[in-house]
């Protein structure tokens, strides 16, 4: 990483949230294209599509960006009304919890417009309350790109195999306007400018945990 800052423990573990199909992917596909050859244990919960032909299409994404069998946990709670079912969001996030413990979380982040996204983001640390969560973002229609302070450059042969991953894996929102590798690459572009590489994933985080070692280096996880 840049300014010396480096990871306090390599990141071997993650466990992967998402209130919708493709939210995870779509936020930090990337990110888990670079990181796919280091991990040994992949944990992920997604609280909508379960039953139908979206639970099918995360299975085979998350298996594709990690690199490795996933089996997620895909649950059949309502789209757009998750807010409604606080308590089985919570239940849910707390048994992924019992049986993992990650180096890194990522998740949706509280600032999200999208009312499910929100719920989840607002939750996570509420159970992983010693971990590093970082919040993935997610282009849509509502307004609401933010200015994430983590930023984490990728290479545009990353950037266009996550696109490509997200056009060959998620049939069923092809149909959507904002479903277009433009939309990816043109937000990962941004991203990129804004800490000097080509392209770039951003992430939020409400804490950052830093020990300094010496004088001339730091560690953070």
């Keep these: 990483m840049r300014n010396g800052l480096r990871p306090a423990k390599p990141i071997r573990s993650v466990a992967l949230l998402g209130a919708h199909c493709d ?42 960006f990690c690199a490795r069998p996933v089996k997620p946990a895909v649950l059949d709670l309502p789209d757009g009304r998750l807010p409604a079912h606080w308590a089985a969001v919570k239940e849910a996030v707390e048994e992924l919890r019992a049986h993992c413990e990650p ?11 999208h009312q499910d996204h929100r719920l989840l983001a607002e939750l996570v640390p509420t ?12 282009p849509k229609w509502d307004a609401d790109t933010g200015s994430p302070p983590v930023l984490v450059p990728l ?3 990353l950037v266009q ?26 937000l990962a572009r941004i991203r990129g400018v ?13 804490k950052l945990t830093m020990t300094f070692e010496g004088a001339d280096s730091c560690t953070s996880w």
């Design 103 to 113: 180096d890194l979380v990522l998740a949706p982040h509280p600032a999200d417009a």
């Design 155 to 157: 290479s545009g042969e």
């Design 23 to 64: 939210d995870i992917a779509i936020g930090a596909g990337g990110l888990l294209l670079s990181m796919a050859g280091a991990l040994t244990e992949v944990h992920a919960l997604v609280l909508t599509g379960g039953g139908t032909a979206r639970e099918a299409e995360e299975h085979a994404a998350l298996d594709a």
């Design 194 to 206: 804004q800490c000097h590489a080509e392209y770039a994933e951003a992430f939020h985080t409400t």
């Design 161 to 186: 195999r996550k696109t490509a991953l997200l056009g060959e894996h998620y049939p069923s929102q092809r149909a959507r306007s904002w479903f277009d590798p433009r939309t990816f690459e043109g």
């Design 127 to 138: 159970v992983f309350r010693e971990h590093l969560v970082l919040g993935y973002e997610i």
